[in-house]
Each structure stands twice: as C-alpha cells, then as structure tokens.
C-alpha cells in the first residue's frame, strides 16, 4: 500500500458556547499540540482512551476568563472544544 504526500491545508479551533459553536482560531497564540487517546491499530488498543489537546489563547482582552463580566457567554472550564484539521481539501475533526 502506498500513501501520497499529504500535507495540512489548515486548522481551525472551535469552542462550544451558549451561542453554539464560536471559531477562537484567530485567539491562538502557540503551537497546538496533542496526544492521540489510541496509541496503535493493535485490538488490544482500540477501546477508547482520552487523549490531550492544548492551545494558549490570546486573553489580553479577558474574553476567555471565567466570571469577567466581558468574557464571552457560555465560556467555563469543561466547555468542548475541537480541532478541524484540513488535509488536501478534506476536514478531520478532533
């Protein structure tokens, strides 16, 4: 089997908030980094595990801090975020 390049179009990082799903890509200010939860294709591997995903956001302007009365509506720790990731025109969410 043989695979072609495949290179990273580009990424996108949403938040879950009390208006739906909000774009906060332009807020991230570091290199995302994370941890696949399924380490191998093995059987033994397949049952779910949790895997870690971090991102520093820009909030110079408090809109990511819980309880500020400027900070966008819905934001709390626990909300879900996900990571869209772009490869030859095609989305991977994660």
Do not use: C
Not at 4 to 20: C, S
């Amino acid at each position: 089997m043989t695979f072609a390049n495949v290179h990273l179009d580009g990424y996108k990082v949403w938040a879950y908030l009390t208006a739906g799903w909000m774009d906060v890509t332009s807020y991230a200010v570091s290199e995302i980094a994370g941890d696949w939860g399924n380490q191998s294709p093995d059987p033994l591997d397949m049952v779910a595990a949790t895997g870690t995903f971090s991102v520093t956001l820009n909030n110079t302007d408090q809109k990511f801090s819980p309880g500020y009365a400027g900070a966008l509506a819905g934001w709390k720790k626990g909300i879900k975020i996900k990571l869209v990731l772009t490869y030859d025109g095609e989305d991977y969410v994660r």
